[in-house]
């Protein structure tokens, strides 16, 4: 599908030939990489894919299908940004290798069509996706679900078969406090505006509500800015860097209002994303300097808490807990210890590190429903390590990875709640 | 050309000096197989005339160091020169800053450590008989003792060689530098081919400095369960010894009358503990090896006075070969540390059913294991006994999936006998070397595995 | 039209050998086999992925029978184009031989598929006290097999040895796809040293299929220390005065200037940005060695002109201070698209010197020189900085690189201390050896095999249509880039 949108800046994104020769091919990204872990084919590894930018970039040949087939099954989780020596800035790369991919090739008409509900419609207007989730909902609490898996209708169509069984069960969802400023228990000491997100509300709507709270906690008066939108991660990463600007300068537009002493995120994508907004805008004169601005406010939670720092709770938390790197937390982000700082500071809780935690669990975005085969490999090993530190608890920080970790316990039959870390500090304050 | 004229030649090529005469010449037999002539050439360019004349003859040419390990090796299927390499004594260089020597193949290994000791360093090779071993024969017959534990074996210190090949070409494998992966290891191909595919003339060393303090622990146990159960710990409480090995009562009791240490003779195994390295570690670990040795029954003794220590050690690195008791018969085994109680107890049984007297020598973590045989109650050993014994020992040391070699006999025992067992399937590589390497077969022909 | 025939029968051969989802074939697929981690480019025709020994020597069977090239890789980590196919053909690649078969903590030793990685073996080790000394710096993503194949070392290896002081028994594929043990588990095998011609052949005489190693008890006590320098010249003394002293440590590592420069950018670690050099040294053993040692390597650290020393308190510090030396070389990566790492070996005693001498002979061609390497070896890494994108610098690195070489042998050393001959090297054989001592390395090959499509053109530069040395290929420019 070719853009339909104006393109509102010059040129279209394409890895630029100087990222490109960061990379000097020492291999030291192989093992970060879950494709190649899952495949050991270097065609599906970080050095192989900038091979192959490269030879495209250089004009040996072009966008084919050989070469798209092999970008797309790159997860984005960026492990191989911390593993690389040189600084070979891949997500960026593979952003602009995935708006090449779209601006130049055909998709199928099933995939357009996907693309279209998704990038133009649902999370554009987060009343549509909100809508489509209270269809979902009644689905699943009509008893049609109950009816649908009894009889097996979808087992002949495989791949809504999946789709199906990985559908989360929805909660009551979130609903953004009645107003929009929750205001710090006690002295306010710091003004905080808070990105709601579009999965977060409709799948987590606690972990949002546990948020607040233990921001107002720690004398924070936090605002929910209602005019905000999607932060336009999902795009970034398909593709569609326009309809990500698009949704950057809203979000830019709306936050920078409330003049905010920082912007905190509990989605590590999202927070990924904005903090990125200054390299997605580089090129738009109008919005350079506000992007640079809105960027430099933006935490992560655990990152905000433990600059903070937060306030040490009393209430024991009996529980073995392990925790699950966020890609666009850990790689993305460079934060490794925020989140492990604030659990091991819950009274009572064991933490235990699992092995490769910081390897992606597979979910990235609709992979687990795209490449479901290898989404599953990635996952099984993912739990197969998540097994052997036997939590009561998985911690992680990012509604996909929840969404995903949960699948996997279902899939391995654990006896694991999957939790965001705020909503065991949330539990810990009482 | 006859006898007289090869002689003739040599003499001309070397010297008449320097070969040896007609009445000398059964002192260079190997195996009861008597050269034609022995010379001693000056030189590399000299071993290289010598090597040209011998291939252009055809004739038989073998190497001759100290001459301390030749009942190794099966017979020589034919021999007409012995080339000694007692003029080739030379340290070429040493500089002490690179921790490098480069020395001729005839320098005897207590030269060459003298030497090194002045500046307080060695090459920690352990040999018999290291005032006369050379540095070429403990190269060709890659000798090894106790220190191997720590050190390794000459695979692991010869980083640079020179050698005579087939063509009388001086060949160069290696350099003088620590690391080195420029084209194929070619000193690896040397060590331990035994005179077969060229004569060594020059090699180079990776040194270490020498040990600041020496000590060892000695522990006397009755039951070899216990002396492996202490061992055992010993490797795994995170010491370091320099040496672990193991002895039964027949071959201790030798080695330490000759050293003059307590010969314990309450006792049935031995274990020695070489932890002389440095003074700051020596108590630590002699205290570690008395509470581990005393845990497992055993009765701990200390040996740290420098002339005991040498003393002892030197003993046990001798044991059977020359002193006071040369043994008829000395056998290798090689295998796994967790298979060793079992073929300890097997020579041990053996020796009472076939009436042989049969030390026991283990460097343990290695699985070397030494059988040192004696006749009966000193006597002449039989000798059918010994050949009944090989084959015994052979097929129980396979059978743990060990190799068995016999490291020395006497040549009735060897003319009965495959000193080297059976080759593998990787065989045909090593026929293809030697015939590469040595088409005409005038290198020690025979003496090797399999033939070669 | 022929060939195309060949070329589609061969492929349905090895589809027919390890299934159709392990052979990789299209144009595209090549391009991401057509390097190492050096600065050679070869395009092969097909890249095979077996999972066992019997795929493994039906496809070198199928390659032999056919005359097509075939040359072995592991992870590509290589530095000296030892897995790069100069005259195409068949990759195989055996990274799905992963498996590691054995570990044995009494005997300390341990089986192993060639796919494994180097790290993940001393991980499954450690849990018995036990570890795997060689640690290339690429060592979490480097396998056994090729680090068997290029006898690699590592900044540990100055006092346990490197990958052949450590390999037991090798199962290997020869060039002919028979199967044979070398070696075994034993430390004493009758005959000719086999294995331990095999170790270091840079995958010329066969593929290892399995490889027994020794394993390494692991140190009760280590002390980290780096000693900062003004200049380099007192670093490099101070190195020659550690070894002099008798004192081996674990590790003794420079790093220069430039490299710090890198370094710094690319891992949280405190190298003063302002120093000539930095010496990184570690001394492990018994605890009261390691103090003892580790003090008098301080003192001569100090009376060489160190102006601080820094010493690791946590195990956290000594990992920071290493996973900066062993990102180093791929760090440069942040200062110039290509480097040429060359890997000469010198005497110990003669480090300063040679440095002087790159460093002149860099400036002389304009190239900016990051030295990054295992000083207490005399292993030198100077890494030339170029972009392959300006004309004349590829062939103008060479030259550079080949001076450098030069005064390596000179100076009694030689030319590859760990990352093997592989292509471009091969042309400097010569400065070291004579044509005999050559001939009689190709004695060794030809004892393992006579077959001339196995890996060839590397190591020696006799063999036909190879030529003499090896050049930086151009790759074909067609043009402006087909990204939009």
Known sequence: MTTNAPLELPGADAPTEADIYKCVHCGLCLQACPTYLELGLETESPRGRVALMKAVHGGRFGLTEGVVGHMELCLQCRACETACPSGVPFGRMMEATRAQITATTRRSLRARAVRFLVFRLLFPRLGLLRAGAWLLKLYQRSGVQWLVRELRVLKPIKSLDQLEQQLPRLPKFYRPPPSELVPAQGQATRRVAMLSGCVMPLVYGPVNEATVRVLARNGCDVLTPRAQGCCGSLHAHSGERDGARALARRNIDVFLETNPDAIIVNAAGCGATMKEYVELLEGDPAYRDKARRFSALVRDVTEFLAELPFEPPKKELSARVTYQDSCHLVHAQGIKDAPREVLRSIPGLRFVEMKASDTCCGAAGVYNVVHRDLANGILDQKMANVAAAQPDIIATANPGCMLQLEMGVRRMGLDARVAHVVELLDEAYG | MTTTNVAQTLAHLVGAEHVAPDDQLARYAVDGVVPQTVVFPADAGQVADVVKLARAEGLALLPWGGGTAMAAGSAPERLDIVLGTRRMGRILEHEPADLVAIVEAGITLAQLNEALGRHGQMLPIDAPRSERATIGGILAANTSGPRRLSYGTSRDHLIGVRFVDAQGELIKGGGKVVKNVAGYDIPKLLVGSLGTLGIIVEATFKLAPAPRASSAILGGFRELDQALEAAQAVLQAGMRPVALDLFNAQAYQVVAARAGVPTLSDRRYFLALDVGTQPATVKRQVDQAHRIITKAGGKSLVVDEGTAYRAFWRAAVDLGRGGERPAPMITRSSMLFSDLASSIHGHEALGESSHLEVGVHVHLAAGVLHGVWWGEANGPADEAMLIDAVATLRKATENLGGRFVVESCGPSVKRAVDVWGPPGPEFAIMRRLKEQFDPGRIFSPGRFVGGL | ?484
């Open chain 3, 1 to 484: 039209m022929a060939t195309k025939t060949k070329r589609t029968s061969l492929i349905g051969a090895l589809e027919g050998i390890v299934g159709a989802e392990f052979v990789l074939h299209t144009p595209e697929d090549m391009v991401v086999f057509e390097y190492d981690g050096s600065i050679g480019k070869s395009l092969p025709q097909v890249v095979v992925f077996p999972s066992t020994t019997e795929q493994v020597a039906q496809i070198v069977r199928l390659a032999y029978s056919v005359d097509v090239p075939i040359v072995p890789r592991g992870a590509g980590t290589g530095l000296s184009g030892g897995a790069v196919a100069v005259k195409g053909g068949i990759v195989v690649t055996l990274t799905r031989m992963n498996r590691i078969l054995e570990i044995d903590p009494v005997n300390r030793q341990a089986t192993v598929e060639p796919g494994v990685i180097n790290l993940h073996l001393s991980e499954q080790a450690e849990p018995h006290g036990l570890y795997y000394v060689p640690d290339p710096s690429s060592q979490r993503v480097c396998t056994i097999g090729g680090n068997v194949a290029e006898n690699s070392g590592g900044p540990h290896c100055l006092a346990y040895g490197v990958t052949t002081n450590h390999v037991l028994g090798l199962e290997v594929v020869l060039p002919d796809g028979e199967v044979v043990w070398l070696g075994g588990p034993l430390e004493d095998m009758p005959g000719y040293d086999l294995t331990g011609l095999f170790v270091g052949s840079e995958g010329t005489l066969g593929i290892v299929t399995k490889a027994i190693v020794k394993l390494y008890p692991i140190a009760e006590s280590v002390r980290t220390l780096v000693a900062v320098y003004e200049e380099i010249d007192d670093a490099s003394r101070a190195v020659s005065a550690i070894i002099a002293s008798g004192v081996i440590p674990a590790a003794l590592e420079m790093i220069d200037k430039v490299t710090i420069e890198a370094v710094v950018q690319a891992v949280d670690v405190e190298y003063p940005s302002d120093a000539g050099a930095v010496l990184l040294i570690e001394v492990d053993g018994l605890k009261e060695a390691v103090e003892q040692e580790s003090e008098a390597v301080e003192a001569i650290c100090r009376d060489l002109g160190a102006r601080e020393i820094r010493v690791a308190e946590t195990p956290e510090d000594r990992e920071r201070l290493w996973a900066a030396r062993k990102g180093a070389l791929a760090a440069l990566g942040r200062l110039a698209p290509n480097y040429y790492i060359l890997d000469g070996v010198v005497p110990r005693s003669r480090l300063m010197d040679v440095l002087r001498r790159v460093g002149e002979i860099c400036d002389r061609y304009d190239f900016r020189v990051a030295n990054v390497f295992h000083a207490g070896d005399g292993n030198l890494h100077p890494n030339i900085l170029f972009d392959e994108r300006i004309p004349g610098q590829s062939e103008r690195v060479l030259e550079a690189g080949a001076e450098i070489m030069q005064v390596c042998v000179e100076v009694g050393g030689t030319i590859t201390g760990e990352h093997g001959v592989g292509l471009e090297k091969k042309g400097f054989m010569s400065l070291v050896f004579s044509p005999q001592d050559i001939a009689a390395m190709e004695k060794v090959r030809d004892a393992f095999s006579s077959v001339e499509t196995f890996n060839p053109c590397k190591i020696f530069s006799t063999a036909k249509g190879c030529g003499e040395g090896w050049r930086v290929p151009t790759l074909p420019d067609l043009g402006p880039g087909s990204f939009l």
